[in-house]
């Protein structure tokens, strides 16, 4: 590299500035990193809405920034949920600060992730593409094409953007969606089925006469669809006649709303369309299709008027077979995509984010023990989950699209015992929320008491509680009173407020248990400490 090269060495570079990169490059920049977040669309285009489902988990990784309250003053709490044949699941059993799922459209956590990222210093570069990928020993080098507009930046410079520009940095992340341009530079594979749906319709309608049911779904022998309010008089309509999964017309993963889709409601040829047809993920949405399977599904459109978006998606599960590559990484989309079914794929993305930000903040400041096995975590533990998510949300979708009466009254009888047993209904709202997430031990290494689990939001000394710790951004260790802060560890030391626990817990920055004993010693703690972490500059702040 050039000296005028490394002068302008950028700490981390994340493409795609969807709700998966702007989470993680706030994260960056809020541990004082040089990030910049190169993004395709042009700065003034809107995107209006995709996913709109924000599931407990995500926003207790909100809360650990601060956002959640804002964020869940915009949508719609929804604490029960009817999938399908009349069983209704209460969300009230989860054990989170966050028994519901919030529906909000995606631009307002998007606008919320801006706003911070922004906040904490990332550079945005609209309108830039990726052309070529490069990376060494120490650098990853990136080559941008642009449109050259200056008004398409945004952040802490107002350096005019280049029609070709080069970009050095010490590490580069993809969350540029399913048609990641890093992805495919890296020469990544995105192994996977095609068409699991072939032709699902999604609209934001209003409607003349509102369901009953804050959020209705229903499946027949030929069309599933599914209403949700976002609380402001809008619905998001998502619909779709049985089909059998095949080989879609278009090549190459999909995933996301087809280009075919408009926001345009005039648009589109107003009929029906045949899923069987291999253009019909092709076609425009008009809205007498999503009226007609509407109805075909829950016997009524509920007077379905004034679309202000309708799209067309066609639904594959794919998974990159390695999220690491050398410097680079892929998160989101970008490494898995699978089908709308449960609203996992935004908040798997963000989870995604919240587990690679303080990997990369630790090792790019210095503090990790093992820099190398740290990053290497990032695979490890995140690959199995979107493996998971994979299966979930695709026997979800395959449950509903069951056809004949055999195999539909063996969903009613399955969805019936679901209904009536208590713990399988809390592994079933585990799984959908993100809750029972955990991650496992490394390789080799016998799992320690509750090591790799979610960390639940405890009451801390002084009327903190455990995520409002978490708002520092570092690890947090919470012990009873008497136990000595680790000397040069960067991290915070808290307190129980209840004078009866005695366990000491070191929690990872994502609030996940790095390490929790019973009656530990000081040396003990400290031994868990420099397992983890090594001396920094904010070392050792101790909270009473």
């Not at 604490?79 to 044949?85: A, C, H, K, M």
């Not at 209840?498 to 009656?519: K, Q």
Request: overall charge positive; glycine content about 10%.
């Amino acid at each position: 590299m050039t000296d005028a090269a490394a002068k302008d060495l950028v700490d981390v570079v994340v493409v795609g500035a969807g709700p998966t990169g702007l989470l993680l490059a706030g994260d960056l920049a809020a541990a004082g990193l040089s990030v910049t977040l190169v993004e395709q669309r042009p700065r003034t285009a809107a995107n209006l809405t995709r996913a709109f489902a924000v599931h407990a988990r995500t926003l207790e990784l909100l809360d650990a920034r601060g956002l959640a309250d804002a964020l869940v003053s915009t949508g719609r709490r929804i604490d029960r949920v009817r999938p399908f044949g009349g069983m209704t699941l209460s969300l009230q059993r989860l054990r989170s600060r966050y028994p519901f799922v919030l529906i909000t459209p995606q631009y307002e956590t998007e606008k919320l992730l801006e706003r911070r990222a922004l906040s904490t210093g990332v550079h945005i570069r609209y309108d830039c593409r990726i052309t070529g990928l490069q990376q060494d020993r120490d650098t990853v080098t990136l080559t941008l094409a642009t449109t050259g507009h200056p008004t398409d930046t945004a952040g802490p410079t107002d350096e005019p953007i280049r029609p070709t520009q080069v970009i050095h940095a010490r590490h580069a992340v993809g969350a540029d969606g399913v048609r990641s341009t890093l992805r495919e530079a890296l020469g990544l594979p995105f192994p996977g089925k095609a068409a699991v749906v072939r032709s699902m319709v999604l609209a934001d309608v209003r409607l003349t006469d509102p369901p009953q049911d804050v959020l209705t779904a229903n499946g027949t022998a030929d069309a599933f669809a599914f209403l949700v309010p976002f609380g402001d008089g809008w619905y998001r309509a998502i619909a779709w006649r049985h089909d059998t999964p095949g080989t879609s017309a278009s090549s190459g993963p999909s995933g996301t709303p087809d280009p075919a889709g408009t926001p345009d409601p005039a648009a589109g040829p107003g009929g029906p369309v045949d899923p069987g047809d291999p253009g019909a993920v092709l076609a425009p949405v008009g809205l007498d299709e999503v009226r007609d399977i509407t109805r075909r599904a829950l016997g009524t459109d509920h007077g379905m008027h004034d679309p202000r978006w309708m799209s067309r998606f066609q639904s594959d599960e794919r998974q990159v077979p390695r999220y690491r590559v050398g410097r680079v990484f892929l998160a989101g989309d970008a490494a898995h995509v699978h089908s709308p079914a449960g609203g996992l794929g935004m908040n798997t993305g963000l989870q995604d984010a919240a587990n690679l930000s303080w990997k990369l903040a630790a090792v790019l400041h210095g503090q990790a023990p093992d820099p190398e096995a740290l990053l290497d975590s990032y695979h490890r533990e995140r690959h199995p989950v979107g493996r998971r998510v994979l299966r979930v949300s695709g026997a979800l979708v395959r449950t509903v699209m069951v056809g004949g009466p055999v195999l539909r009254t063996a969903r009613r009888l399955a969805t019936g015992v679901l209904a009536r047993v208590g713990p399988a209904q809390d592994r079933a709202l585990a799984t959908i929320s993100g809750i029972g997430i955990a991650y496992p031990p490394p390789a080799g290494v016998r799992r320690p008491a509750l090591a790799g689990r979610r960390a639940p939001d405890l009451p801390l000394a002084g009327g903190l509680r455990l995520y409002e710790a978490l708002r520092a951004g570092g690890f947090v260790l919470v012990t009873p009173p008497g136990r000595a802060t680790p000397p040069g560890a960067p991290l915070t030391h808290h307190h129980w407020r209840a004078d009866d626990r005695t366990a000491c817990v070191l929690v990872r920055p994502d609030g996940y248990l790095a390490w929790s004993a019973e009656h530990a010693s000081d040396s003990e703690i400290a031994a868990a400490t420099t397992h983890w972490l090594l001396p920094g500059p904010e070392a050792g702040k101790h909270m009473p």
